[in-house]
């Protein structure tokens, strides 16, 4: 039987920002047309109030590399079509970065550096996470103003010995069936890329990081981290300007703004994501698979919900499925979500999942978005396809491969004629998508290369995954810090 494969190029889609034109880079959007959210008016934020976090010659070098981007930061990179100039605070997002003492937890030197000398591991964790989450409380109880953003500042020190240590809440068999699973698996997946949903292993050990976002959302405000690798020029450290690219965007969306959005293409349209993530419930200690929803409006909005647990088995690895009562219930907290902050509910909902959707989850899903004129069902899943090109590049990004009108295979990254190069460090591997709108893959693909670049934790042009799925590992690991009480739903507490 012969095999009929057609190889199609995606055009890349064009993002939307505050004045008028449309961009595919978003350095170029934001240098020409502002954020998006300039449409808004008076409704926009103008004044990004940052707090700090930290001992104090770690919140000196946090103010210093603040101030250091209100200005320009010229490039030291060779591709400057790749890594142009930064613009300086308020030239890129038209808003001034203000940050005050009145704002400022400083840490206790001598009694951080107590904590540190403490041990085991898991106490000066415990300690340290403490200290941080003092800061919060008394930062989002002041009475006048208090800030939008707060930076936590971390020493070395602090990074050394507190970023990863073993999970106390873990029991004894849960670990065996752990180990004895991620061996197994270890056999089949030693190719594949770093996973984006969390991985049985990943409830042995606490990450700081996430546990600081967890402590920070029950106080009200999303925090930013930052570290010498982000404040200090250094040969191991990115170029300057690289830096102040990422940590401002990121900065300015987790204040309250929006840097971009897609070009609306068609009707309204709430994108989700669905994957499951580890949560010992707080009752009985037992271990569960625990649904994640992140959902992003194509207005701008995103969101992320917790929905059911699953009792967890060894058994059931990573292929969890929700009855079909669980997936009518998270259709409903779906669409009452996206009402509630958009005002409206969507006339198009697309979900994506990295595994397949069985017969339970799609006429639980469908029964729930019954009034919902388009809904979608999307299988991203990774795949050993591969495709090699003629010249010195790998396939450009936007191709997409089908064959026999059954298998399609899109590259989310790849050669980008824009950039002159391919901008990745490994070669391109491309999604294997699944749809039950066999009728129309080329609009799936669009939307799939639309949502990797709605990363506002960075300014690439180009990202892997869409970002219904992107941090469903971080989202997870977040919301398992939390605890089993439903967190807080905003997208920004979570970047």
Partial sequence: MATNLEIHQINEPHLEFGGVGEFIDPKEGLKHGGPFDLRFGNARKSIINVGFIGEADMIDKGTAWLNRCKEMIFSQMPNLIQYPHY?????TFRADLNFNARWNFVLDSANLQA????????????????????GFERLSKLESFRPDVIFCCLSKEIVDKCWSVTNEKVKAEDKKKVKKLSNQLTLFEANQLEPIEEQQEDIL??????ALKAKAMHHGIPIQIGTDKLFIDSAK???ASIRAWNSSIALYYKAGGIPWRLRREGVETCYVGISFHHLY?????????????????????????????VPWVEEQGRNVHLTEQQAYSLGERILKEYTFRTGSTPLRVVLHKSTHFNEA???????????????????IAPTDFRMVRF?????????????????????????????????????????????DKRSDIKTTALDILALSRMNWNTASITGGQPVTLLFSRRVGGIMAEYGDDDPPSSFRFYL
Wanted: contains cysteine; glycine residues 8%; proline residues 7%.
């Fill in 361 to 379: 989850e799609k006429f639980g899903l469908y029964s729930a978005l019954n009034n919902v004129p388009l809904v979608e069902l999307v299988n």
């Fill in 391 to 435: 010249g010195s590049y790998p396939p450009k990004r936007g191709t997409l491969c089908t064959v026999n009108n059954d298998a399609a295979f899109l590259f989310t990254t790849g050669f980008m004629p824009e950039l002159k190069t391919y901008p990745g460090p490994h070669i391109p591997v491309p999604m294997r998508i699944i749809t």
């Fill in 205 to 210: 050990t606490r990450d700081f990081r996430r």
């Fill in 237 to 239: 450290n990115q170029d």
């Fill in 281 to 309: 419930t707080t009752h009985d200690k037992h271990l569960v698979r625990s649904c994640i929803a992140q959902a992003f409006s194509s207005e701008g909005e995103g969101f992320a919900i917790r929905g059911v647990n």
């Fill in 115 to 134: 904590v540190l000398s403490q041990k085991p591991a898991v106490a000066v964790f415990k300690d340290v996470l403490q200290l941080f989450t003092n």
């Fill in 87 to 91: 613009q300086g605070f308020k030239n």
